[in-house]
């Protein structure tokens, strides 16, 4: 069974018309104002996940700062998982500085969906405000012990749209600070996994981490795949697409030319995402 736990979706009113959506949203607009930024439906991704032999996807859609936007997407995400229950599995995307954004993620669980994600702050760092700001929404994923995916990119190299201008010292103060939540980090968390050959601390402090592998071909060599495993064990890593922007099968010619057994594989593409969403077969 494979398993994309990383994968957007937007409503037919935003994919018509995004310019709409530009005003008071920054990071939207600067990562979709190209029109080549494609936006895909949920019946685009059923399309292509039975095209490339995927079984089931985390669906979510865009951090938004206004809370129209944000709730009228929840609302489309949990629409689209009520549907398709077999195959989809939701989150509740906000933006962790918007107002109401700890209450829209518990009525979005009341609803049914299954964590909360993608949580993003796209202009800043994890400075302690912004981690303080996160308090209430970490608590109640705690409380119901669902997952939080949380977007982290590498904090060097080349400049691309959605880039944040984060450290991974913010990004550890992050983790440091919520230890009874379960994350899953973005983007193989910007890299962070390296630090857990350190003799102390965080090697404990990450044990509750995950790492997706979103955007990968992108940004790393297979050999990521390997490396992340004999640092931080493969069943710490997800398979994750960021569909639309990659589709899921160039994903996994890298995988496989990785070198892995074939039980590493079956943790990374599916098996990880089984239990950390409580999925039984």
């Known amino acids: 069974m494979i398993i994309d736990f990383h994968t957007h979706i937007f409503p037919s009113c935003v994919i018509a018309d995004r310019h709409l959506y530009f005003d008071h949203e920054p990071a939207f607009e600067s990562i979709y104002r190209k029109p080549e930024s494609r936006l895909a439906g949920g019946g685009d991704l059923l399309a292509n996940m039975d095209s ?3 079984s089931r996807s985390v669906v979510f859609g865009f951090p938004w700062t206004l809370p129209d936007h944000y709730q009228r997407h929840n609302d489309y995400v949990i629409e689209s998982v009520l549907k398709n229950p077999d195959r989809l599995t939701g989150f509740c995307a906000v933006d962790p500085l918007s107002p109401g954004a700890a209450e829209e993620v518990d009525r979005c ?19 302690k405000d912004i981690i303080l700001s996160m308090r209430d929404i970490m608590t109640v994923c705690a409380e119901r012990a669902v997952p939080v995916l949380i977007h982290a990119n590498e904090p060097v190299g080349h400049s691309y749209p959605g880039k944040q201008p984060m450290t991974l010292a913010g990004l550890y103060e992050l983790l440091r600070t ?27 402090m990450l044990s509750n981490v995950w790492f997706d592998t979103a955007a990968s071909p992108y940004l790393y060599r297979p050999d990521i795949y390997r490396i992340s495993g004999e640092i931080a064990g493969f069943d710490r890593i997800l398979f994750g697409s960021d569909y639309p922007l990659l589709k899921p099968g160039r994903y996994l010619k890298e995988i496989e030319s990785a070198g892995l057994v074939k ?7 599916g098996n990880n995402a089984l239990k950390i969403l409580k999925i039984n077969k």
């Not at 039980?263 to 593409?269: F, L, T």
């Open 263 to 269: 039980n590493n594989i079956d943790k990374i593409m």
């Open 109 to 127: 669980l009341r609803a049914g969906l299954a964590g909360a994600g993608e949580i993003a702050v796209y202009q800043a760092d994890f400075s």
């Open 178 to 204: 919520f230890p009874l939540n379960k994350i899953v980090l973005a983007h193989w968390g910007g890299g962070i996994f390296f630090y857990e050959l350190m003799k102390k601390d965080v090697r404990g």
């Open 52 to 54: 490339e032999g995927i």
